[in-house]
């Protein structure tokens, strides 16, 4: 290299500032990343998904279902809000088995930290919609599940990393993926509104996948954990194609299975209403748009 490049690149370098390196990113802006690759991933979005559930065991070093699994199919809608795109709306309903056809779930979720997220269950044969906002006392805690899953609407947020203390434990090695350790610990008002005292994240350092979550209790008992597979390059942007969410009180597991991700998807903002979950022939009229933009 000749003295005048050498130059040239000193130059440079001093000038603009060394590229910033995976290596410098603090745990929130880590975390951030993740959540900004969740969100590319679910704008303006239709998705189908097969969502399975069963009592497992441990057989041959492998978890497997001890019983037939309870699997049922489910479309949902979702675009994203707000400054920056951090806010979403999301709709997700039952298409499959027929019993449970119509059974729907809409989410508000916020990054604001001063704004709680909202959900709202329909369960037809009620035939009404039940609220379920995060609340701010121990009675409003317990999170709801998705559609009987051991998934929880808990599970389930983004956002609101303000809320919690973040350090990075360690880097270490996860499905064959040089990861971070990430700790995530909710602080006191986040706290009224959890399940768990700490979850441990661990993020593949290239691809800023969560690979793993462990889920600890108020004792620092791991209650849950999540694991991510299927990783693939879904419009430019890495997602997990396969989600297990492991109840390690119970023995019950459930997979939540991506069949078919479509984005750029005209979504109206009506359909991401409550009415949508109520009014059987707007649902389904809707629907019908939005499957013919992409069949």
Not at 111 to 121: A, M
Request: with cysteine; aromatic share 8%; proline share 2%.
């Amino acid at each position: 290299m000749t003295s005048q490049r050498l130059l040239w690149i000193i130059l440079v370098w001093n000038v603009f500032g060394a590229p910033a390196s995976a290596q410098d990113l603090s745990g929130l802006e880590i975390m951030e990343r993740v959540e900004d690759s969740q969100r590319a991933t679910s704008d303006s979005a239709f998705n189908r998904m097969q969502l399975s559930t069963c009592r497992f065991g441990i057989k041959d070093n492998r978890i497997t279902c001890a019983e037939r699994p309870r699997i049922k199919s489910l479309e949902s809608v979702g675009k994203n809000y707000g400054e920056d795109g951090k806010d979403s709306k999301n709709v997700t309903i039952v298409q499959e088995p027929a019993a449970e056809r119509g059974v729907g779930m809409l989410s508000f979720s916020y990054d604001d930290t001063q704004r709680d997220n909202e959900t709202w269950l329909y369960l037809s044969a009620l035939g009404r919609v039940k609220r379920i906002a995060s609340g701010n006392s121990d009675d409003d805690a317990e999170p709801a599940s998705v559609f009987g899953s051991e998934f929880t609407t808990e599970d389930t947020d983004t956002g609101k990393l303000g809320e919690y203390e973040i350090n990075i434990l360690d880097e270490t090695t996860e499905s064959g993926r040089e990861v971070w350790k990430i700790e995530l610990i909710p602080n006191a008002q986040r706290a009224l509104k959890s399940r768990y005292s700490r979850t441990v994240n661990y993020v593949d350092k290239e691809r800023f996948v969560v690979l793993r979550v462990e889920m600890f209790d108020q004792y620092d008992n791991e209650i849950k954990r999540l694991l991510a597979s299927r990783v693939e390059l879904v419009n430019d942007i890495w997602m997990a194609r396969s989600l297990t969410m492991m109840n390690l009180v119970s023995n019950r597991l459930s997979n939540m299975a991506f069949l078919e991700i479509y984005t750029d998807v005209e979504v109206e903002d009506e359909f991401l209403t409550t009415r949508t979950l109520t009014d059987v022939a707007f649902r389904e009229t809707e629907l019908e748009k939005l499957r013919q933009q992409i069949d």
